[in-house]
């Protein structure tokens, strides 16, 4: 079974979300960044090269694949500023019809700009989600 390479290392956040070449998307993640840190009560950690994340889970799947992820993250991406909603988003769907403008993967909210879309249930879809990821797995 191949292992994951996306891990936590001890890179570092601050020279990471420095090293964002836009001013509005560096200036969009160090509001997410606060915003994760107030939800989550973790600390930001890289994973990989490109996501910072905010605590930590173990998943393990029926077919016997396991491993561990950050309960919920972001990355700059050169076309957008992607968010990780581990639970994915069909039981959020009041908070997602208001959210504003954006574009769905299964677990990643895309966003050109903070604003695009209304912050306030931004912090409530996070906070929802991280609350749904504690309530499903034993969360660090």
């Avoid at 292992?3 to 836009?22: A, G, M, Q």
């Avoid at 077919?63 to 968010?83: C, V």
């Amino acid at each position: 079974m191949a292992e994951l390479k996306t891990k936590p290392n001890s890179k570092s956040v601050t020279e990471y979300i420095k090293s964002v070449e836009d001013y509005k998307k560096r200036k969009d993640c160090i509001e997410v960044m606060a915003m994760m840190k107030a939800i989550t009560g973790k600390r930001p950690k890289m994973w990989g090269d490109s996501i910072v994340g905010y605590g930590q889970y173990h998943y393990k799947y029926k077919s016997g694949h396991e491993g561990d992820w950050f309960i919920t993250g972001f990355a700059p991406r050169k076309q957008n500023l992607t968010l990780y909603i581990m639970p994915g988003f069909s039981k959020y769907q009041s908070i997602m019809k208001k959210l504003g403008k954006y574009k769905l993967g299964v677990s990643c909210l895309y966003v050109k700009s903070l604003n695009d879309i209304d912050r306030k249930l931004l912090h409530q879809l996070i906070e929802k989600s991280v609350e749904d990821m504690r309530k499903i797995y034993e969360c660090t």
